[in-house]
């Protein structure tokens, strides 16, 4: 009984949603809708915000199977200000390895971008 009830009771909220609105002239003609809205709230989790007590932590890029000379190559293509090509540009920067290479970039160079 009880599930019936809650049917009818859909149905009808459902119809009721569904109602013609008043016409509208021809030069005001458009498409209308009623819109209902709820609203929400989010909370951002404690792991996604940095406390305020620690500083930001550098990003770090990683140029996997790349040499310097084809990584220079690349950064002289970008469009980069004089102080973002002046760090990015030198190979003291950089951390160097067989395989990649990987430049901890800080905030300061991050924020231009």
Not at 53 to 67: A, H, V
Not at 82 to 94: A, G, M, S, T, V
């Amino acid at each position: 009984m009880l599930l019936v009830l809650f049917g009818q009771w859909v149905t009808a909220s459902l119809s009721s949603k569904d109602q013609a609105l008043a016409p509208v002239s021809p030069s005001k003609a458009a498409a209308r809708r009623v819109f209902e809205y709820s609203t929400v709230h989010l909370q951002v989790p404690e792991g996604f915000i940095p406390e305020g007590s620690q500083p930001l932590k550098s990003s770090r890029w990683s140029f996997p199977g790349i040499t310097k000379e084809a990584l220079l190559g690349f950064f002289s293509k970008c469009d980069l200000t004089e102080d973002q090509r002046k760090f990015l540009d030198q190979p003291y920067n950089w951390e160097i390895s067989d395989k990649k290479i990987v430049i901890n970039v800080p905030h300061s160079i991050m924020l231009g971008l």
